[in-house]
T-cell receptor, first 113, second 112 residues
Framework: DQQVKQNSPSLSVQEGRISILNCDYTNSMFDYFLWYKKYPAEGPTFLISISSIKDKNEDGRFTVFLNKSAKHLSLHIVPSQPGDSAVYFC????????????FGQGTRLTINP | DAGITQSPRHKVTETGTPVTLRCHQTENHRYMYWYRQDPGHGLRLIHYSYGVKDTDKGEVSDGYSVSRSKTEDFLLTLESATSSQTSVYFCATLDGMNTEAFFGQGTRLTVV
């Protein structure tokens, strides 16, 4: 039962262009969503989050959009830089679920010079 | 960075032996999690804890047990290791609701 899904295993984008990573979820009880970035041989690090009461949150080059009716969120990176090459995970949690934190399968982003 | 230490960082063990992985935090975070990372599956939740002695199952809990006798330590035990449990295991902690979780560096476990 995959409650959080990232259907694109990989994405390749040219440096300077926009990267868009997508994530879908099935549990309507989720009320907080996060994006994490992971480099090889390291633990995931937090990137940006959004509460279900918002539809957009921005932090520098990173913007997360939430469409609750479609149960879909996306991460936009503009402009993309070589250091952005990593695996990106989306995650979701529910207050009513005792903060059970569920992750997607990840998308490997490669930024080409 | 949150003070999260996983031990050991690497371990090779034989099929059928018990294995315990330790997660230690110095942040006094209430919530703690164990995940495994496998190619094509991302991060899958094994067990999590929402307080001392309060734990619950995640998506892939079969073959694993956990214990949390004090706030700072969350132990993951493989009662009888199998080759399918070869993976990279991550511990994470979270302070409160609607905040981000912090991850440890991971433990690479190989069951031969």
């Amino acid at each position: 039962d995959q409650q959080v899904k990232q259907n694109s295993p990989s994405l390749s984008v040219q440096e300077g262009r926009i990267s868009i990573l997508n994530c879908d979820y099935t549990n309507s009880m989720f009320d907080y969503f996060l994006w994490y970035k992971k480099y090889p041989a390291e633990g995931p690090t937090f990137l940006i989050s959004i509460s279900s009461i918002k539809d957009k949150n921005e932090d520098g080059r990173f913007t997360v959009f939430l469409n609750k009716s479609a149960k879909h969120l996306s991460l936009h990176i503009v402009p993309s830089q070589p250091g952005d090459s990593a695996v990106y995970f989306c995650a979701a949690s529910a207050i009513q679920g005792a903060q059970k934190l569920v992750f997607g399968q990840g998308t490997r982003l490669t930024i080409n010079p | 960075d949150a003070g999260i230490t996983q031990s050991p960082r690497h371990k090779v063990t034989e099929t059928g032996t018990p294995v315990t992985l330790r997660c230690h935090q110095t942040e006094n975070h209430r919530y703690m999690y164990w995940y495994r990372q496998d190619p094509g599956h991302g991060l899958r939740l094994i067990h999590y804890s929402y307080g001392v002695k309060d734990t619950d199952k995640g998506e892939v809990s079969d073959g694993y047990s956990v214990s949390r006798s004090k706030t700072e330590d969350f132990l993951l035990t493989l009662e009888s290791a199998t080759s399918s449990q070869t993976s990279v295991y991550f511990c994470a902690t979270l302070d409160g609701m609607n905040t981000e979780a912090f991850f440890g560096q991971g433990t690479r476990l190989t069951v031969v």
